[in-house]
């Protein structure tokens, strides 16, 4: 049983401004290209493709002005005007930007934006003006009355029509004046046409607001041109009707009709032979000709909520593996020669394959190629140099790297902000560049690849690079830190002051820059989504921002370990290595431990609290988990080791902890509770230990509130859903 009217509605307005969206920006993309080669026939029918497809759609779902914007902009793509081709990718763009403003406007239900500016352009593109404007290109055919505007897809279907032999009557029906109900006119004669034959174009478009006042077709028929003509004289509404043969040839850009000259004369020339389209136009017919099945009749549109509460479950399902296996441990401790202890085993295993299966499977159906992120980015680079007055050239790699669909949404505005800033920071003008021998243009690189379990992408330019000793001074004069606290940084360090909050070198407030909001979020995003970034740059050769993102943020690969009997877990990735020390050979160097690992000192975190002095404290083992985190290396003191599991993240709310140093929690098959501790946060605590030596650092996990190897009950103060 189908659903209501409006329930359709709904669903076909849902799906129109997912693929009206993807639509935008193909128009974008082919714009683009277009600019890169004018001219070029096969960009320009893609262009208009593209805007004839979402014209269509839009009037299907009624949202009038973005069909009437597109149908006069697809009117001006079908000229041939040469003298035009520079200017329609700009304007190709800003209709770009307008499109997408109406599909928010629309989407959100709010106030249409203004759309005079774009019908000015289209407008100036199609008529010719008193000085300065674009003159369209004449007919050669001087026995033509007029060259009719229908759209691509009509005279392609026109074209293929006398291709195969048809007979082609281009009808015009002059309405009566006195006509009070056009539109129904409109669709009376098209009615009536029809019963003659094939309509293969027809104007005004269904749904068009342009007064009527004439209806005209292109219709295929074996019908006398006089049996039309009377069909079509319908009382009260066609004051006249002319019905004319097509001649010459009809191509997908050009279709001519003869001048009426009485029925006698068109029958003359339907026994001239067809002229069968030129060579040239081959591949624009192929276009009209039914496109064979693909498959993408295959692929189904999910919503992403579906897929998360599926992945939900999944985690729910792992939850219950863990509790059954320890379950499954107690009993066989309990009763080691039982014959059932196999079969438990047995059965655990064939669970565990197939969950882990089921994981992967639904893990790979939010997993998309981050080319649907890195694809918006052109149009970006592109507007952003031409504002600056530079010339930057944008190379993509690794577009189809998969990522999880939720970390690609969620890195967009950052990954913005990177390449903003390298085409407005990092590259020079042009005789900056000239000055330094480089080329005049300049490179942006956009880059992608797998690491591990990690997704790398990196935003690299090859510009002047960062003066580290300008970012230290900006960083003082602007109180972020102390002149003392700078000293005691490094170079890595010192750069990464640039993602701090209200941090900016620019001189003065422009669009793009001086506002001090930017880079921060790059850090408070990469933050939350648990993962990290590294600045590295080169003085006159440029830099390189590399963001470290996990693939997922539902499940874990997580290294347990205990700090005060508190159980805590690291991404397992993020743990080098691990070494045990005692309390002995850990040395205090400035205010801040120390420990010999090798050819290399190790500067030192403590989780936990000082053993205290003496003998017994000094010969206290603990083990030391060296993690990486781009170029520095820290270790992170803890008191033992619980191995290492695959942990279902929750998230936490602010009731449960009060510390940026626990990012969410997990449930252990016995019931436990295991926080998972925020690395970026750990390290922003050891920056600040090492900036400023009089900070109390020393067991930072001491006073986290909960109590030790807390059970279950714990868990009513954890949200559902990821963290």
């Known amino acids: 049983m189908s659903g209501p009217p409006e329930d359709r509605m709904g669903e076909l307005r849902d799906l129109f401004f997912e693929s009206a969206g993807e639509l935008v920006q193909k128009l974008n993309d082919e714009a683009l290209r277009l600019e890169q080669t004018p001219g070029d026939a096969e960009t320009a029918r893609n262009l208009r493709r593209i805007v004839h ?89 001087k026995g033509a009355r007029h060259a009719c505007l229908w759209s691509e897809y009509e005279r392609l279907a026109i074209a293929h029509a006398v291709e195969e032999g048809k007979r082609i009557h281009h009808v015009v029906v002059q309405l009566d004046p006195q006509c009070g109900m056009p539109i129904a006119a409109r669709q009376m004669i098209q009615v009536a046409l029809a019963d003659m034959g094939e309509v293969l174009a027809l104007y005004p478009a269904e749904g068009s607001t342009t007064p009527i006042t004439r209806i005209e077709a292109a219709l295929a028929s074996q019908k006398p041109a006089e049996q039309i003509r009377t069909k079509c ?163 993509i790699r690794g577009g189809d790297t998969d990522l999880d669909k939720g970390i690609l949404d969620t890195i967009a505005e950052p990954l913005m902000h990177l390449l903003r800033n390298a085409v407005g920071h990092g590259i020079e003008s042009t005789s900056e560049r000239a000055r330094a021998g480089k080329s005049p243009q300049g490179t942006v690189r956009l880059n992608a690849y797998h690491q591990g379990n990690q997704v790398i992408i990196e935003v690299a330019d090859d510009g002047s690079g960062i003066s580290a000793d300008k970012v230290r001074q900006r960083a003082i004069s602007q109180r972020l830190i102390s002149a003392e606290e700078a000293a005691r940084l490094t170079e890595s360090e010192i750069l990464e002051l640039i993602l701090r909050p209200g941090f900016s070198t620019a001189a003065e407030i422009t669009e793009l820059s001086g506002r001090g909001i930017g880079l921060d979020i790059v850090q408070s995003v990469l933050a939350r989504l648990k993962g990290s970034v590294q600045i590295e740059t080169a003085p006159g050769r ?159 996990l001491s006073n986290l509130s909960g109590p030790a190897g807390s059970r279950a009950p714990l868990t009513h103060g954890m949200a559902g859903g990821q963290a």
């Open 53 to 141: 497809t979402l014209k269509g759609d839009s009037a299907a779902c009624g949202y009038r002005e973005l069909s009437e914007l597109a149908h006069e902009f697809e009117d001006v793509l079908t000229l041939e005007n040469p003298a035009a081709a520079p200017v329609v990718p700009e304007i190709a763009l800003h209709a770009a930007d307008v499109f997408a403003a109406l599909l928010e406007a629309y989407r959100g239900n709010k106030k249409l934006p203004s759309i005079q500016s774009l019908r000015e352009k289209i407008a100036r593109l199609a008529h010719p003006g008193p000085k300065g404007s674009i003159a369209p290109k004449k007919t050669k055919n």
């Open 542 to 700: 440029g830099t390189t921002f590399r963001l470290r993102l996990p693939l997922t943020l539902a499940i874990l690969r997580a290294l347990l370990f205990r700090v005060e009997h508190r159980l805590y877990a690291l991404p397992l990735n993020a743990v080098a290595e691990i070494t045990r020390a005692t309390e002995g050979q850990i040395h205090l160097v400035e205010n801040y431990e120390v420990l010999q690992l090798r050819d290399d000192v190790l500067p030192l975190l403590r989780l936990g609290g000082a053993p205290g002095f003496g003998t017994d404290a000094a010969s206290h083992k603990v083990f030391v988990l060296v993690i990486n985190q781009g170029e520095r290396k820290f270790g992170l003191i803890v008191d033992e080791l619980a191995g290492e599991d695959e942990l279902v993240i929750k998230a936490l709310d602010d009731q449960s902890i009060k510390t940026d140093l626990v990012s969410g929690a997990s449930i252990m098959g016995d019931g436990r509770v295991v926080l998972i501790l925020n690395l970026i946060a750990l390290v922003e605590r050891f920056t600040r230990s090492r900036a400023n030596p009089n900070a109390q650092m020393a067991g930072l």
């Open 233 to 395: 004289a319908i009382p009260t509404i066609a004051l006249s009707v002319k019905v004319t043969l097509l001649r010459g040839k009809a191509t997908a850009a050009q279709a001519t009709f003869a001048e009426p000259a009485g029925v006698e004369a068109q029958e003359e020339v339907a026994k001239e032979p067809a002229v069968n389209p030129a060579v040239n136009e081959e591949p624009a017919i192929a276009e009209a000709a039914p496109a064979a099945p693909t498959g993408a009749e295959n692929i189904l549109r999910v919503d992403a909520e579906r897929i998360d509460s599926v992945l939900n479950l999944v985690g729910e399902m792992i939850l219950a593996k863990s509790m059954l296996q320890q379950t499954l441990l107690e009993f066989a401790q309990r009763f080691p020669k039982d014959t059932l202890r196999s079969k438990f085993s047995d059965a655990m295993a064939f669970q565990a394959r197939v969950l882990t299966d089921l994981q992967r499977s639904v893990m790979k159906i939010r997993m998309v190629p981050v080319d649907q992120l890195f694809r918006r980015f052109p149009r970006t680079v592109r507007d952003v140099s031409r504002q600056c007055g530079k010339e930057v050239e944008l190379v």
